[in-house]
């Protein structure tokens, strides 16, 4: 049995926003049920440790604040003064003691800091 179904333009424009919302949904869906609700990295054995720093507001600060935390036996970090946030990869976890004395001395304040 065949029909000749037409579909308008209109038609089409609302198949492809269900498609669409039904692809976001399954996406939602999975990042859900992640561990920790986040994705997970390969950090090559790393242990990544997360700072949140308030007082970052251009590319400089990023410099300096990235340079402090090198001193402190790291294989990488990565800072954004947009989000305020610093990413440091180490054999061990950095402890928020040892950021302290790197940090605090250069006029930022150290928020948050969690070893993942």
């Known amino acids: 049995m065949r029909s000749n179904v037409s579909l ?16 976001v ?17 390969n950090t090559g054995g790393l242990v990544e440790t997360d700072v949140q720093i308030d007082g970052m507001h251009c590319g400089m600060c990023e410099a300096h604040i990235n340079d402090a935390i090198r ?16 990413i440091i990869l180490a054999k061990h976890p950095v402890s928020a003691q040892d950021l302290h004395s790197v940090i605090d001395p250069l006029g930022y304040t150290i928020k948050t800091v969690e070893a993942r």
């Not at 561990?35 to 997970?40: A, D, L, S, Y």
């Not at 402190?72 to 003064?81: A, C, G, N």
């Open 25 to 41: 949904a399954v996406f939602i869906v999975k990042g859900f049920f992640r561990k920790g609700n986040r994705p997970v990295k």
């Open 71 to 86: 001193k402190l036996d790291v294989s990488r970090v990565s800072s954004s003064y947009q989000t305020g946030k610093v």
């Open 8 to 23: 308008s333009g209109a038609d089409v424009f609302v198949l492809l926003v269900l498609i669409a919302l039904m692809v």
